[in-house]
Nanobody, 118 residues
Framework: QVQFVESGGGLVQPGGSLRLSCAASGFTFSSYRMSWYRQTPGKERELVAS????????NYADSVKGRFTISRDNAKNTVSLQMNSLKPEDTAVYYC???????????WGQGTQVIVSS
């Protein structure tokens, strides 16, 4: 059964940092590109960062370049997102999934809430 379990979100002040983690299961993790997405009520889901199956290449939304870093551990079936210099605009629910512009699975986890506020 395909499953994504996101964790690590919370309330943080502007300029602070958070590390999000996603534990994936139910598919051959090492064969898929993994991505982080975020969504705010009333707005479309946004692709935040992506990493190739072996971790050799990464992509980031312009809004997070230089601040966020995506990584993966294929031995543990996990993908992480280190978020630094957080801004209020980063406030959203963050999700992970296999794929890139188009996700590989219709299943979405519960996500993890990130709130950047003073």
């Amino acid at each position: 059964q395909v499953q994504f379990v996101e964790s690590g979100g919370g309330l943080v002040q502007p300029g602070g940092s958070l590390r999000l983690s996603c534990a994936a299961s139910g598919f051959t993790f090492s064969s898929y590109r993994m991505s982080w997405y975020r969504q705010t009520p009333g707005k479309e889901r946004e692709l935040v960062a992506s990493i190739t199956d072996a971790g050799g290449r990464t992509n980031y939304a312009d809004s997070v370049k230089g601040r966020f870093t995506i990584s993966r551990d294929n031995a543990k079936n996990t993908v992480s997102l280190q978020m630094n210099s957080l801004k209020p605009e980063d406030t959203a629910v963050y999700y992970c999934n296999a794929g890139f512009a188009v996700v590989a699975f219709t299943y979405w986890g519960q996500g993890t809430q990130v709130i950047v506020s003073s």
